[in-house]
């Protein structure tokens, strides 16, 4: 069981690698993440969306609430058609955002750039109280399938 805790462990490693390498890959690319990478790797006490509302219950409706002030705030280029990407928001306990990052980002800069700028302008209400800690990072999925309409 040891050896079974060794491996997961590093395996969480190496996927934290991969992302880090994905991050600095984009910052040297494009200056617009540097302000969004800080978080990425400094809260070891990340969850899951599964493990977040089992711990805190009343996260479910923060985090829907959450994504529904981001994502109208979010105006994707026109140019886009299907594209993907995760955010990682770190939210402190009064509702700032003090800090977000892409976890697995589109190949469309634009995309990634309008998704960073839509959480930055987004106002988010403070954490539920049963929230333990000064902070929590919330994982985001967010989509965009545009249909081609032909007369």
């Known amino acids: 069981m040891l050896q079974d805790i060794k491996n997961l462990r590093k395996d969480k490693i190496m996927i934290r690698i991969k992302n880090l390498l994905i991050v600095l890959t984009l910052v040297l690319a494009s200056g617009c993440f540097i302000n969004c990478c800080y978080a990425a790797y400094n809260n070891p006490s990340h969850l899951t969306y599964e493990q977040l509302t089992q711990e805190y219950p ?52 634009g995309f990634n750039d309008s998704l960073i700028d839509a959480a930055k302008k ?30």
Not at 86 to 109: A, Q, R
Not at 130 to 142: A, Q, T, W
């Open 58 to 109: 009343s996260m479910a409706d923060y985090i829907a609430q959450t994504r529904k002030k981001i994502k109208n705030n979010w105006y994707p280029p026109v140019q886009s058609f299907e594209n993907s990407a995760t955010i990682v928001l770190t939210i402190s306990k009064n509702g700032e955002l003090i800090n977000c990052y892409l976890s697995d980002p589109s190949p469309d800069e």
């Open 122 to 151: 987004s106002r988010f209400s403070p954490l539920p109280d049963e929230v333990k800690g000064n902070s929590v990072d919330i994982d985001l999925m967010f989509n965009m399938q545009r249909r081609h309409i032909s007369k």
